[in-house]
């Protein structure tokens, strides 16, 4: 028998499936988290020109035009018509934009080291809503990944916290008191896994994340409209910056082509193929990777405390993988000795 011959069995066949599902499944997290930990240092230069209100549409404009044209010129025009009905792309879209403005207002009205101590714990509202929505058991294994996450994103945060004050030079020891925007926070993380879970129910399987990320990216566009005009109104937003300085308008262009429109492409494409279980715990290594990133472009020194953090969580997210590896080959194993 060749040393091909078993990929050709049924086992063989199923098992090759599941290993490249998993590589392009693992691929599309990590670039996500790559492109989020770039997110946030951006995302601190932007806000130094824009408001949060004002520079998410913004973003969001770009990113449309950026995945429509890729689009079109990959799949035809034709593709830019939604195979769904308008009204599931408008809820869809509407969970987008809900995530970015409660997470904006949470982070508005929190303390930035309470909103990364609140965001750590997305493996646990993740695995909350899939539960409430789909009825999915957890995972093999999630418990005790979800803990090693927890415990590094913890490390992180209180050794951020012990290093004396914030860049505004409040006291870090006022960091962990409730000021009235943790539930938003939390909602804001839910809004997102709701888009996550239903951009996948909702499609058929043969629509391409590309496709399902560009509507519900355009979608989402009066819907931030709409909000940031509230925000206008009600006083929480100021007049629109609409003469930036030209570094500015660069470090836009980058966070809306990648962190907003690629980054989006490839979360989804991660849960298409490992759940969003497992995307909750990829979460915690946005701000991992977003420490690398600012020590190598924008010289910011990381604490230990972080880099010990981030290698904990990792290894959460490590140990997931092996359990799902073990699971799958378990499987294939019972169904090939099945008579």
Request: proline share 6%.
């Given at each position: 028998?060749?040393?091909?011959?078993?990929?050709?069995?049924?086992?063989?066949?199923?098992?090759?499936?599941?290993?490249?599902?998993?590589?392009?499944?693992?691929?599309?997290?990590?670039?996500?988290?790559?492109?989020?930990?770039?997110?946030?240092?951006?995302?601190?230069?932007?806000?130094?020109?824009?408001?949060?209100?004002?520079?998410?549409?913004?973003?969001?404009?770009?990113?449309?035009?950026?995945?429509?044209?890729?689009?079109?010129?990959?799949?035809?025009?034709?593709q830019l018509r939604s195979p769904i009905p308008l009204w599931r792309v408008a809820v869809l879209s509407l969970c987008v934009a809900g995530f970015l403005v409660?997470?904006?207002?949470?982070?508005?009205?929190?303390?930035?080291?309470?909103?990364?101590?609140?965001?750590?714990?997305?493996?646990?509202?993740?695995?909350?809503?899939?539960?409430l929505m789909t009825g999915a058991r957890l995972e093999r294994g999630f418990w005790g990944a979800t803990v090693l996450t927890l415990i590094g994103a913890g490390?992180?945060?209180?050794?951020?916290?012990?290093?004396?004050?914030?860049?505004?030079?409040?006291?870090?020891?006022?960091?962990?008191?409730?000021?009235?925007?943790?539930?938003?926070?939390?909602?804001?993380?839910?809004?997102?896994?709701?888009?996550?879970?239903?951009?996948?129910?909702?499609?058929?399987?043969?629509?391409?994340?590309?496709?399902?990320?560009?509507?519900?990216?355009i979608g989402a566009l009066p819907w931030l409209m709409l909000f940031w005009a509230g925000a206008r109104a009600s006083g929480l937003a100021g007049p629109p910056?609409?003469?930036?300085?030209?570094?500015?308008?660069?470090?836009?262009?980058?966070?809306?082509?990648?962190?907003?429109?690629?980054?989006?492409?490839?979360?989804?494409?991660?849960?298409?193929?490992?759940?969003?279980?497992?995307?909750?715990?990829?979460?915690?290594?946005?701000?991992?990777?977003?420490?690398?990133?600012?020590?190598?472009?924008?010289?910011?020194?990381?604490?230990?405390?972080?880099?010990?953090?981030?290698?904990?969580?990792?290894?959460?997210?490590?140990?997931?993988?092996?359990?799902?590896?073990?699971?799958?080959?378990?499987?294939?194993?019972?169904?090939?000795?099945?008579?």
């Open positions: 028998m060749s040393a091909s011959a078993p990929s050709s069995t049924p086992s063989g066949a199923a098992l090759a499936t599941a290993r490249r599902a998993a590589l392009i499944g693992t691929g599309g997290y990590l670039v996500a988290s790559v492109l989020w930990g770039l997110n946030l240092p951006l995302s601190a230069a932007l806000l130094k020109h824009f408001d949060p209100f004002w520079v998410s549409p913004l973003r969001y404009l770009v990113a449309t035009v950026l995945l429509g044209g890729l689009l079109a010129v990959s799949l035809g025009p034709r409660l997470y904006n207002l949470g982070l508005y009205r929190t303390h930035p080291m309470t909103v990364a101590a609140l965001s750590a714990g997305s493996p646990v509202y993740v695995a909350v809503v899939s539960r490390i992180a945060v209180m050794g951020r916290a012990q290093a004396g004050t914030t860049g505004s030079g409040a006291p870090m020891g006022a960091a962990f008191s409730l000021q009235g925007g943790e539930v938003l926070v939390v909602l804001g993380i839910c809004s997102w896994t709701v888009y996550s879970i239903l951009a996948q129910r909702w499609f058929t399987p043969s629509t391409g994340q590309l496709r399902r990320t560009y509507l519900t990216t910056n609409l003469s930036p300085a030209p570094l500015p308008v660069v470090q836009l262009l980058v966070a809306a082509v990648f962190c907003t429109a690629l980054a989006t492409v490839a979360w989804n494409t991660g849960v298409s193929r490992l759940g969003i279980q497992t995307g909750g715990l990829w979460q915690n290594m946005v701000p991992v990777f977003a420490v690398l990133i600012s020590l190598l472009f924008f010289g910011v020194q990381p604490l230990a405390e972080q880099l010990i953090g981030g290698t904990v969580v990792l290894a959460g997210v490590l140990y997931m993988q092996w359990q799902r590896a073990r699971t799958a080959r378990a499987l294939l194993a019972a169904a090939a000795a099945a008579p």
